[in-house]
């Protein structure tokens, strides 16, 4: 996130007590169990950095028989990381989701979508339909939409996602 929203990641590291050193220790430490020959399953990964999870749930997807997994995270009391695992520790998405009773963000215009305002489900869902796109690596989604500016403009809107979270919108197009 600090890729996007290095200011907030400075202030989220004082809130948590931790420092740039420890945040690329951390990085570093995670980098090496993705690349450890023979090591744990994706969702073994988290349980292992994470704890056990305070949430598991079974849940369809398509036709795929999922666990989805939660972790409560002191940054963000509001939001929960989910982990939908398959049988055998595969992972098939890991990102921040709202968490259970934790009222959504109020999203009715461009000026609402913040950085670390929303999850990717409630912007998709305040301004559907929205079109997901590629994004630049695993952990980071776009979506494409349409949504009013506070003056009641339409605009082509970009949002970057990492983890889930919004980063910011690169690209705000008034329309026609």
Not at 131 to 141: D, F, K, N, V
Request: aromatic residues 8%; charged residues 25%.
């Amino acid at each position: 996130m600090a890729d996007f929203q290095q200011d907030l990641v400075l202030e989220a590291l004082v809130e948590l007590g931790a420092g740039r050193a420890e945040m690329r220790e951390a990085n570093r430490r995670w980098q090496a169990m993705l690349r450890a020959p023979g090591g744990r399953s994706a969702a073994g990964r988290y349980r292992s950095v994470l704890g056990p999870p305070a949430g598991a749930v079974r849940r369809k997807t398509g036709d795929l028989e999922c666990e989805a997994l939660t972790w409560p995270l002191p940054l963000w009391p509001g939001l929960r990381f989910e982990v939908l695992s398959i049988p055998g520790g595969g992972v098939v998405t890991e990102f921040l989701v709202r968490a259970p009773g934790a009222p959504s963000p109020p999203l009715r215009t461009v000026e609402d979508l913040t950085p670390w305002s929303c999850t990717v489900d409630e912007a998709a869902r305040a301004f559907a339909p929205a079109q997901p796109l590629e994004g630049s690596a695993p952990t980071r989604w776009r979506l494409g939409f349409t949504a009013p500016d506070a003056a009641g403009v339409r605009h082509e809107v970009i949002a970057e996602f990492t983890w889930g979270l919004l980063q910011r919108l690169p690209e705000v197009r008034a329309l026609p």
